[in-house]
């Protein structure tokens, strides 16, 4: 689990609510059952005319992919492929064709048994690009489900607020309870844009984080590949896989690589 998003949303929903408090406000006043029920179920509904009931079929993953953290370490990556890099160019690339097959990576695994079977380079590289197109186009679905419902949710808001208005204009004979129920009327302007911008946005800009993630480390093994494929030297391949590295890997690298001088 993700904590950082737990704790982003909790902590932007804490800070609207105790700056509401902090002010005079009541906790209590914010809590409008009506509002809450036009403003979400006004964007449930507007996201699901506007996505395929496929595409809506995914919100689960897409959920998971928002609030489940996957640790990755293309150091590791970078370390195993120049390993197999070392033993193709000692024993040959069938000598690898066990070690893929149990590869727990599916991506790593496709390619290097397409390098095993002698599949051209070209080709291989070609299957493995398509398969990371393939994968960056369902997270960017994934992605836009969330930001449909950011953009939808201050709409609801809006057309909540106004229904509210029109409720108490109708309502007139009791000027005591014209304000009270003004303050209701705009709660669902307040649902609206705090779920948009602390939420649906965030989250939408999280699975995009993830997914760029994602394709960078395929995008590294599919360099590796190539490389091992190619009969490479495993040490110039471990330095062309570096540039894939964030700033404290390769600090760590250039550290472990001042130690063995």
């Known amino acids: 689990m993700d904590l950082t998003t737990i704790i982003g949303i909790l902590f932007g929903l804490g800070a609207l609510v105790g700056g ?15 509002a809450a029920l036009i403003v979400l179920g006004g964007t449930i509904g507007a996201v699901a005319v506007s996505f395929p009931l496929a595409r809506l079929k995914e919100i689960g993953k897409a959920l998971s992919m928002g609030f489940k953290e996957t640790k990755r370490d293309p150091a590791i990556i970078i370390e195993e492929l120049v ?14 064709e066990q070690r893929a097959q149990e590869h ?6 496709d390619g ?4 095993v079977d002698g599949t051209d380079p070209e ?15 369902k997270h960017e679905g994934y992605a836009k489900i969330f930001e449909a419902a950011g953009g939808y949710a201050p709409t609801m808001g809006i057309i909540g607020t106004v229904m509210g208005l029109i409720h108490v204009l109708g309502n007139l004979s009791d000027p005591s309870s014209l304000g009270p129920a003004i303050a209701v009327a705009f709660t669902a302007t307040l649902y609206g844009v ?9 989250l939408a800009n999280k699975i995009k984080i993830r997914s760029k993630e994602q394709i960078s480390e395929m995008e590294l093994m599919l360099e590796g590949i190539l490389a091992l494929q ?9 330095k062309k896989l570096a540039s894939f590295l964030h700033d404290k890997h390769k600090e760590g690298e250039v550290a ?6």
Not at 20 to 34: E, F
Not at 104 to 109: D, G, M, R
Not at 123 to 137: F, K, P, V
Request: proline letters at 4%; aromatic letters at 6%; charged letters at 20%.
């Open 20 to 34: 509401y408090v902090w002010d005079g406000g009541h906790v209590s006043a914010l809590i409008v059952p009506s």
């Open 83 to 96: 390993d197999m890099a070392t033993i193709a160019r000692r024993e040959g690339v069938l000598a690898l």
């Open 104 to 109: 727990s990576n599916a991506f790593l695994k």
């Open 112 to 115: 290097l048994m397409m390098v």
């Open 123 to 137: 080709l291989t590289r070609q299957i493995l690009e398509l398969e990371m197109d393939a994968l960056e186009h």
């Open 194 to 202: 705090s779920t948009a911008n602390v939420i649906y946005l965030p």
């Open 230 to 238: 190619a009969g490479e030297n495993p040490q110039l391949i471990k």
């Open 256 to 261: 472990d690589s001042g130690a063995e001088e």
